[in-house]
T-cell receptor, first 113, second 114 residues
Framework: GAGVSQSPSNKVTEKGKDVELRCDPISGHTALYWYRQRLGQGLEFLIYFQGNSAPDKSGLPSDRFSAERTGESVSTLTIQRTQQEDSAVYLC???????????FGDGTRLSIL | GENVEQHPSTLSVQEGDSAVIKCTYSDSASNYFPWYKQELGKGPQLIIDIRSNVGEKKDQRIAVTLNKTAKHFSLHITETQPEDSAVYFCAATHGSSNTGKLIFGQGTTLQVKP
């Protein structure tokens, strides 16, 4: 596809369950970012991947959050033992390389009951 | 820590008027400043950006200005149209990082009244 693709678009789950969110970046984009957007707020950086370099995990809010990316392809963001405060839209962005314009997907809206 | 402040939080204008949104940033090492437009249920869409070696950039009805000394930058939309109604976010790169990760403002909800 032409843009960043995220799935699922919506996810409702019970507190304490694990969730996995997926991001397909634009083909050829080596840099990939995850952000979190709480209702009515700006975006908060979570994690960054660039090729096979060590990721920048400095934005992950707790050890319940983790993410993986294999090479320059799909990335998954996993949240274990979900809490109500994890409810937010999780957005993925990719760019040709770090420092270049970031293009966002439409996000996954996560609701924790 | 680094932060970006954005004002106003809401802005209502008549169709055809201009709209201005202002942001200030704290990290003097920030060197890239994008603006995004976000419509309901969609991801942010890049509308214009500026780098620190440029003072102004225009793209049709949209312009961005940057004052590095004062550490602020602004979005100007002229001849506003109802379809410009959306939430607008400014952002700045985290200066001490070479990752390009962005620090976002809190957003401005722009309403253009027909």
């Amino acid at each position: 596809g032409a843009g960043v693709s995220q799935s699922p678009s919506n996810k409702v789950t019970e507190k304490g369950k694990d969730v996995e969110l997926r991001c397909d970046p634009i083909s050829g984009h080596t840099a990939l970012y995850w952000y979190r957007q709480r209702l009515g707020q700006g975006l908060e950086f979570l994690i960054y991947f660039q090729g096979n370099s060590a990721p920048d995990k400095s934005g992950l809010p707790s050890d319940r959050f983790s993410a993986e990316r294999t090479g320059e392809s799909v990335s998954t963001l996993t949240i274990q033992r979900t809490q109500q405060e994890d409810s937010a839209v999780y957005l993925c962005a990719s760019s040709e390389r770090s420092g270049q314009p970031q293009h966002f997907g439409d996000g996954t809206r996560l609701s924790i009951l | 820590g680094e932060n970006v402040e954005q004002h106003p939080s809401t802005l209502s204008v008549q169709e055809g008027d201009s709209a201005v949104i202002k942001c200030t940033y704290s990290d003097s090492a920030s060197n890239y400043f994008p603006w995004y437009k976000q419509e309901l249920g969609k991801g942010p869409q890049l509308i214009i950006d500026i780098r620190s070696n440029v003072g102004e950039k225009k793209d049709q009805r949209i312009a961005v200005t940057l004052n590095k000394t004062a550490k602020h930058f602004s979005l100007h939309i002229t001849e506003t149209q109802p379809e410009d109604s959306a939430v607008y976010f400014c952002a700045a790169t985290h200066g001490s990082s070479n990752t390009g990760k962005l620090i976002f403002g809190q957003g401005t909800t722009l309403q253009v009244k027909p």
